[in-house]
């Protein structure tokens, strides 16, 4: 592996200092003119009585909607019956494996062990960062390098959040393929086997083990990063991680089938994979974001590259166990995916038509129709008119009823009665979004910007 500590050092340098107050000014007047612009619309389409302008863009949201929804996701798995490890090169890509910790001593031990106990043929470069803990993550860190002298540590004063411990320690890693994992994490030994083989190019050509749909499959040529399905440990504790479990079933439906059709997934944070190359081409993590994932997806889409979705392996994390850390995770995340629409536009609309078409639905559904209920409420009650947004909120409505019933029917194997039950309650779940998206959208244009990183408690 070359020497490029430097060249990462300037990249990153570079990269923390191209977000100013100027840029941040920018982004909350984007947000403002996008607030106003929503309820002016919606305003005149009441005052001016054009619905048929609301049923005109449901009618194309809704091609894209059955389009996504009737389509055969592309197989990307290696098939069962093979030693996966088979379709490694004898001297495999190096992986270096990020885990970024915060006061995470009571997960760390388990996690370091699913970590060596992975099966893979390079050696493994694994870092921990210890993003400026304050419990026993430094004393659990020496103890773990006592058991794992190959474990390496990186000690820093927290900054930047979660994009800020990963571009710290990116100069110092050797890998040509970078892993992200929370340190919460649990993965299976044959994960790196799974998941690796989609960046070796001509794989899918030269090997008749590797099973691939026929469509889009020039596309895994050119595979930038690849994302496994998120799968909740503690799903039995109680409803709120029950639904949390059966909402990584639907995120995973939904997001093998906008790849199914062209459109765009999205990188989850942990258990994602990246190619190194590509990560310096970006100028490393975005620190001036809540969610560095969601940001790196548009980015690395920007510059060309795919990136693909696996619903198996899996990698475990914890579920929040409580509505109040739901609530601080929900709203990061939500602001965090509705900073980078103001951030990467115009940008974003030099992508191809299939990806613009699968943004725009994605985008109109989750920040623009909640934030747009609120003047439709207002004119339905005040004036007794009928709401212009049924006809996107019953779309918005069969896309999570679909997509609940064929996720917890292929990833949670449920049937019948239950499988009803499930996508009934899920769906009742995941009206959480609509406070969530309305109070982020809010927040964004009206309030002076505070980057604050809420850390999910993990309990081990």
Known sequence: MRDNTQEVNELLLNNSNSKSYPQKAIRRFKAIILLLSVWIIISLLHLLNLQWLAFGLTFVLAIQTVRMLLAKPITTAITKNIDSSQLLPKVSPQVSILVPAKNESVVLQNLVKSLFNLDYLTPL???????????????????????????????????????????????????????????????????????????????????????????????????????????????????????????????????????????????????????????????????????????????????????????????????????????????????????????????????????????????????????????????????????????????LSLILTVAFIGGLYQFQNLRGITLIWATIQGSLYMLHWIPVMIVTTFKLGIKTQQLNWFKTEHRG
């Open 125 to 395: 470069d694994i870092w921990i960062i210890d993003d400026g803990s304050t419990d026993e993550t430094p004393q659990t860190l020496k103890k773990l390098q006592h058991q794992f002298p190959q474990l390496q540590v990186h000690n820093r004063t927290s900054k930047g959040g979660k994009s800020g411990a990963l571009n710290a320690v990116l100069p110092f890693t050797k890998g040509e393929i970078i892993l992200v994992c929370d340190a919460d994490a649990q993965l299976s030994s044959n994960f790196l086997q799974q998941t690796v083989p989609l960046f070796i190019d001509n794989i899918a050509k030269n090997t008749k083990n590797y099973n691939l749909n026929n469509n889009n499959n020039n596309n895994i040529n050119n595979i930038g990063a690849v994302q496994v399905r998120k799968s909740i440990t503690n799903a039995s504790v109680n409803f709120l991680t029950q639904c949390q479990q059966m909402e990584m079933s639907c995120d995973c439906f939904l997001q093998t089938h906008r790849i199914a059709i062209g459109g765009m997934t999205e990188l989850r944070g942990n258990g994602m994979l990246v190619k190194r190359s590509l990560l310096e081409k970006c100028h490393g993590w975005n620190e001036d974001t809540l969610t560095d994932d969601l940001d790196l997806t548009f980015k690395l889409y920007l510059i060309g590259a795919e990136i693909t979705f696996l619903a198996t392996p899996t990698i475990q994390e914890e579920g929040v166990i409580n509505w109040k850390n739901l609530w601080h995770q929900r709203c990061r995340w939500a602001e965090g995916g509705y900073q980078r629409y103001l951030d990467y536009f115009p940008e974003i609309l030099k992508l191809n038509w299939e990806k613009e078409i699968d943004l725009l639905l994605f985008f109109i559904l989750q920040f623009l129709l909640p934030i747009a209920l609120i003047p439709d409420l207002l004119w339905t009650i005040f004036y007794s008119h009928n709401s212009v947004l049924f006809p996107l909120q019953t779309i």
